[in-house]
Each structure stands twice: as structure tokens, then as C-alpha cells.
């Protein structure tokens, strides 16, 4: 007799989290039967590879992966590698024919153990019609999951991942989300400090940290929570619109839409911003007599050369260069600007006002952090009282909460007596700048300098083709014209103020 061949294979074996462990599909028995038929046909296991709970729908499965490398450095030691059938490799078409393009070229054989196909024309065309009913099986599967999914939805039940705030749970007996209480109070906390509008979304973000040391949100996880409809109670999946959901809502739908119009108007906003054009800064800022607004273009001349020009929307008869008509609104700015004797007198008035506040707040500030430790001192009494069977639980949740939501409240008014360290500063560059508007205006980035513009003139700028005029200023702007008519001067902390027309004159 001759002596029998043995040759070396490796098995692999998956199941999907959606399985169960039934006959021909648990682990176990795949493992047996791969071994079974190994040791019938002579092939020596060389190693196992066991896939738990991953889909087959793609090729990034960890052990799969393992597999693969394992193959590629030993593929001189490996005939075959042995599955229970072609669907624990892949239900992917595709896939499939990658991974057997892969280990033909190593020359491993692809055996299914409950599946029959040979290496010749018709065993591939049994091998990819297998491959082919294990990719459809699976599409089949993908739509009933997904038109279970819409049928729920319609029915007003959540059967996504839960959003923050919520968890996966039966809900009056159905597959549905529930409130996590806890998370739930940080998601109202969010809305109402969005819809005092006081506060910016940076901000709420940061002191919502503050409050939850123990939670960590994501500038990217935070927008998306202020845009989830499912706070509200609504499901908006599949194109079906929104649908009013089974489940218990955690923010008044008043609320949420109310702050989903601050957001887009915000947001409206720094869109608008992007379509100044910085060649023409006075666009829309200047108006003729007839309300007309200023636009800017450039023009093409006889030599090719371009030439910027300004002309009132829709009005013909007025037509300037840009040069000219800047040059003008430059001297225009001038007499706005502030003498430096005056930003002197201005800048020690402010800043003895300003440590005045500081030292105003500072008390104001130890008064709260005082109520703050009387009301923790209270939260210990409760819990010592609770403790001794003083008061029962549900008496004691009760003031305890009451407490904490004083608490919070207390450390958010913090906020609103912080100090200002470089006041200075910020003076010295503000007073700068109004003793050199026409300079230092120009130098702004042109979105800056617009808002600045409007900020300065509320209304606009008239001009009548040799003057400008407004009728609205600032209210800084309207301090000079105090000054020249001697109606202000320096007064310490009650500002400055005075009546001499003679020393007003020296400081414009």
C-alpha cells in the first residue's frame, strides 16, 4: 500500500450577533464538523480562527484579518482552508471573489464542508452561484431589518441607537427608547441656557462641563445634540417626515423650536458675513438722498487695465472711482476721531469705574460662594437626617434636588461677576483706535470692518455726491459731540463731565 498523503489546513468559523446557537450555525458545532471532515479527507489542522459575533456583510473582521496575515506569511505550509459553508466567509459578492483571487494566488483551496463544487468549470460556476444565494439571503435580510424599522417608526417607536439622554428598553411592552434621568437633566439644562439666548454655544458647552466633571462632550457631540428632534419627541428617519414618537420627550417642544430659531439666525449670520468683497467696503454702508445703496464693480479700460469704480444700485448718472469716493470717507471718519487728552481723561474714568465694579462684584461674588456652602451644609444635614431615619427617601430626594438646582443656579451668577484682568489693554487699543478711526479701520479684516461700520453709523451714511451725513451715531461718538459743545468733562468715578467750552476744545 502506498503511504497516504497528509496534508495541512487551517479553519474558520463565524457567527453574527443576530444568531442564534442552533444546529449547523453555533461555533461549536461548526468547529466539529470542519474537524470531522478534516480528519475524514487527511488534512491536518494547522490552526482555527473562531469569528464571534460579526456580520459577514464586509471584510473587516478582526479574525478574518488575523487570517489573512497568518495566510500570507505560512501559505507554503497551508493547502486548504476549510468553512462550514461559503456564507461564514462572506455574504458579499465581491468580497468573496477578492478572498478567492487572494488564496488562489497563495494556492489555497477554498473547501465548504456542506457545500459541493470542484476546481474545474463547473465547480466555479457552483462556487459563485453559493456566493451569489449567501449575498441575495443577505440583502433579504437587510430589508425586512429595514422595512421592520420604517413600519416601527410609523408607529412612533425609536429603534435606532438611543441619542444621549436615552436608552435602548422595552417601553409599554415594545422595543422602543427611555429617559435616563440623569442624562436627561444635563439635555434640559442645555435648551434652557440656549433659550435665555445669553449665552453662546461655546459657552453653555464649557459651563455644562463645569457642572459634569464626569462627562465629557465634544464640541462635534454637543451640535449634535442641540439639533435632535428626538428630545422633543419627534422621529425624523427614512424621508417619512417627522413623526411624533411613543416615547417620553425630555424638552417642551416650545422650547426646542424656539431655540433652533436662535441657532439659524446665528448661524444666517456668519454666513452673511462671508460675502462682503474687501475691494469695496462701503457697499451698502453709503446711500443717496433717495435711499439707494452704494455697489461696487470694476471696470475693463481701452488698454486692458481694470478700474474700480462705485455707483448707487439702479441709478444711473453717478459714477465714482473707488479711490475717490474712500478718500472722501476718510476725511469724513477724521472728524469723528478723539483728541489723545480727551482718550487720557477717558481711559482713567473707565478704569477707576471698572475696579469699582471689580470690587463690587468681588463682594457680590463672596455673598454667593457664602449661600453656595450654607446650601451644601443644608444637602448634609438632609442626607444625615435621611441617614438616622429623620426623613423618609422620597422627602429627602425631593429637598436635595430643590437644593442642587439652587446650586447650579448660584454657580452660573458666578459667571456673571467675573473680573477682567487686562482692562488696560484693551483700553489702550479701543482708545488707539478711536484716535486713528480712518487709519486703523482700514487695516480690519473686511467682515470685521463691516460690522464695525454698521456698529459706528446704525443707520447708514447718507451722501449727496459732496457730503456725507447720518443721522444716527454710536453713542462713543456721540461723546465728542458732548465735548465740543462743553458738556462733558474728567469727574473720577462718576465719569467725566464739564461745562467748560474752552477745555472741552483742547481735547478734540
Not at 444621549?164 to 437633566?185: S, T
Request: charged content about 30%; hydrophobic content about 35%.
Amino acid at each position: 500500500m502506498g503511504q497516504t498523503t497528509i496534508k495541512r489546513a487551517i479553519i474558520y468559523c463565524r457567527v453574527s450577533t443576530k444568531e442564534q446557537v442552533e444546529d449547523g450555525n453555533s461555533l461549536i458545532t461548526q468547529e466539529k464538523i470542519c474537524r470531522d471532515w478534516a480528519i475524514k479527507n487527511n488534512f491536518e489542522i494547522v490552526c482555527v480562527f473562531i469569528e464571534e459575533g460579526e456580520s459577514a456583510k464586509n471584510a473587516s473582521r478582526p479574525e478574518l484579518q488575523k487570517m489573512l496575515k497568518f495566510c500570507a506569511q505560512s501559505h507554503k505550509e497551508i493547502d486548504a482552508l476549510i468553512i462550514y459553508k461559503i456564507d461564514r466567509l462572506s455574504r458579499n459578492t465581491d468580497d468573496y471573489s477578492q478572498l478567492r483571487i487572494f488564496f488562489s494566488k497563495l494556492k489555497i483551496q477554498i473547501i465548504s464542508t456542506s457545500e459541493r463544487f470542484d476546481n474545474n468549470p463547473v465547480g466555479k460556476f457552483v462556487e459563485n452561484m453559493l456566493a451569489n444565494v449567501a449575498q441575495f439571503d443577505n440583502d433579504v435580510r437587510s430589508e425586512r431589518c429595514k422595512n421592520g424599522m420604517i413600519d416601527a417608526t410609523k408607529s412612533g417607536r425609536y429603534v435606532f441607537p438611543a441619542p444621549f439622554g436615552y436608552k435602548n428598553d422595552l417601553y409599554n411592552g415594545e422595543k422602543n427608547i427611555v429617559v435616563v434621568e440623569k442624562e436627561a437633566q444635563i439635555i434640559k439644562r442645555i435648551f434652557e441656557l440656549l433659550y435665555s439666548n445669553l449665552y453662546s454655544q461655546e459657552e453653555v458647552r464649557r459651563l455644562i462641563t463645569i457642572e459634569n466633571p464626569n462627562i465629557k462632550i465634544s464640541k462635534q457631540s454637543f451640535h449634535r445634540w442641540i439639533r435632535t428632534k428626538t428630545y422633543k419627541g419627534i422621529i425624523d428617519a427614512f424621508d417619512l417626515g417627522e413623526i411624533k414618537g411613543t416615547f417620553e420627550p425630555i424638552v417642551e417642544t416650545i422650547i426646542f423650536d424656539n431655540v433652533q430659531r436662535i441657532l439659524d439666525r446665528k448661524d444666517k449670520r456668519k454666513i452673511g458675513y462671508n460675502i462682503n468683497n474687501p475691494d469695496f467696503p462701503l457697499r451698502n454702508l453709503i446711500k443717496n438722498e433717495l435711499g439707494q445703496p452704494l455697489d461696487g464693480s470694476w471696470s475693463r479700460g481701452n488698454a486692458k487695465q481694470k478700474f474700480a469704480y462705485y455707483r448707487f444700485r439702479n441709478t444711473k448718472g453717478f459714477n465714482v472711482k473707488k479711490e475717490v469716493l474712500e478718500e472722501k470717507f476718510d476725511k469724513y471718519l477724521k472728524g469723528f476721531e478723539f483728541n489723545k487728552n480727551f482718550t487720557d481723561l477717558l481711559k482713567d474714568s473707565i478704569v477707576l469705574n471698572w475696579k469699582h465694579r471689580n470690587q463690587s462684584n468681588n463682594n457680590l461674588r463672596e455673598q454667593i460662594k457664602k449661600e453656595i456652602i450654607e446650601l451644601k451644609n443644608k444637602q448634609e444635614k438632609i442626607i444625615d437626617k435621611n441617614c438616622s431615619g429623620v426623613i423618609k427617601d422620597d422627602l429627602a430626594k425631593e429637598q436635595l434636588n430643590k437644593i442642587q438646582e439652587e446650586i447650579v443656579r448660584l454657580t452660573v451668577k458666578l459667571k456673571d461677576y467675573e473680573d477682567v484682568d487686562d482692562v488696560g489693554g484693551v483700553l489702550d487699543y479701543g482708545l488707539n483706535f478711536l484716535q486713528n478711526l480712518s487709519t486703523e479701520i482700514g487695516k480690519l479684516d473686511i467682515n470685521i470692518r463691516k460690522n464695525l461700520q454698521w456698529f459706528l453709523f446704525p443707520d447708514g451714511i447718507t451722501f449727496d455726491g459732496e457730503k456725507f451725513r447720518t443721522h444716527r451715531t454710536a453713542s462713543i461718538l456721540l461723546n465728542k459731540k458732548d465735548f465740543s459743545r462743553g458738556k462733558v468733562s474728567y469727574g473720577g468715578l462718576g465719569g467725566i463731565r464739564t461745562h467748560d467750552p474752552l477745555l472741552a476744545k483742547q481735547m478734540l
